[in-house]
């Protein structure tokens, strides 16, 4: 063996160009981030977690740049317990009471406006909610948009110094979601099949005019 031959191969290592790192595809993560209304109760989303996610609110856009949503996170270790019968899920499917008993979500983003809700806080907080899921998608997670909730209850429970106007729930889902491509004048009810939640999303020709 030559004797520079390590020395000539720990070069040839470090000069190599680093392995790109793999990033998920928007069309990826959009398939991810479906309307999770069951969740792995093994998996504890912790409160470092749903602060990474509510960062992506630093980067999107926001109505006239007012920035006025702020954000309670809850996770088990800070009361999401108490967030459990304050909110209903399943709405187009009420006689499955969702969420099954031992799959409910157990940790939450609750968004609240510092001032009084109007067209722009409810445009920041559709840019805010999806991008902050998508986020969740990309860290292996998943969540719902909760707009069926007690909204004084929650206040209340929790001593919010601003009005909730939607709640995130976070975990690692533990259902399965198909979409299923119709066209604009078929039914769009989101409906359950062998245990498979199918969601009719209108084809991209009919969404044009």
């Given amino acids: 063996m030559a004797d520079n031959y390590l020395e000539n191969k720990f070069e040839e290592f470090r000069n190599k160009p680093a392995a790109k790192k793999h990033t998920a595809s928007l069309s990826t993560l959009l398939r991810g981030n479906r309307s999770y209304r069951g969740y792995d109760k093994s998996c504890v989303v912790t409160e470092a977690q749903l602060r990474r996610i509510v960062e992506v609110c630093t980067k999107v856009p926001s109505g006239r740049n007012q920035q006025v949503l702020r954000f309670k996170l809850l996770t088990r270790q800070t009361g999401s317990d108490r967030m459990q019968g304050l909110y209903k899920l399943g709405g187009a499917l009420p006689e499955l009471h969702l969420p099954f008993p031992g799959t409910e979500p157990e940790a939450f983003i609750v968004i609240c406006s510092t001032v ?94």
């Fill in 116 to 209: 009084e809700p109007d067209k722009w806080v409810h445009m920041d907080v559709g840019i805010a909610a999806q991008s902050m899921l998508l986020k969740a998608v990309e860290m292996g997670l998943g969540g719902i948009c909760i707009g069926a909730f007690n909204k004084q209850a929650v206040t209340d429970t929790f001593a919010l110094p601003c009005e909730p106007v939607l709640v995130l729930a976070i975990g690692k889902p533990a259902e399965q979601i198909e979409l299923v491509p119709v066209h604009a004048e078929e039914p769009l009810k989101y409906y359950r099949e062998n245990g498979i939640h199918y969601v009719p999303k209108i084809v991209a020709n009919d969404l044009i005019l």
